[in-house]
């Protein structure tokens, strides 16, 4: 029999944001919500409401990022968002998702 040891309860993630504002600090502890219950759901209806959500708020706090708030006449926030979107449809048009977790 295989044995797999203490499984983690909890997993503590610390990050610094002594340079972010208020607002980017605000949507990452919405994301990190929104990811707990993307990965955890047990009902369809929240798996995909949530699955939305994240994506919707990562896109916000893209633009709302040092880089693209200092750089707002170029508008590299929006740019960004639409690379991104390219990049993850061509992503899974060509089914090339791949998991690189070891």
């Known amino acids: 029999m295989h044995h797999l040891g203490k499984k983690e309860q909890e997993l503590l993630i610390k990050l610094n944001v002594e340079e972010m ?3 980017q600090v605000r949507l990452i ?9 993307v990965v955890s759901a047990d009902e369809e209806a929240e798996f995909f409401d949530s699955s939305s ?19 707002r006449k170029i508008n590299y926030g929006e740019q960004a968002v639409e690379y991104s979107i390219d990049n ?15």
Request: proline share 2%.
């Open 21 to 23: 504002n208020p607002t």
């Open 53 to 71: 959500e994240l994506f919707k708020k990562v896109a916000e706090l893209v633009k709302h990022s040092q880089f693209a708030e200092a750089n």
């Open 88 to 102: 993850l449809n061509e992503s899974l048009d060509g089914q090339s998702l791949h998991n690189i977790d070891n």
């Open 29 to 37: 502890k919405n994301i990190t919500a929104l990811l707990t219950s």
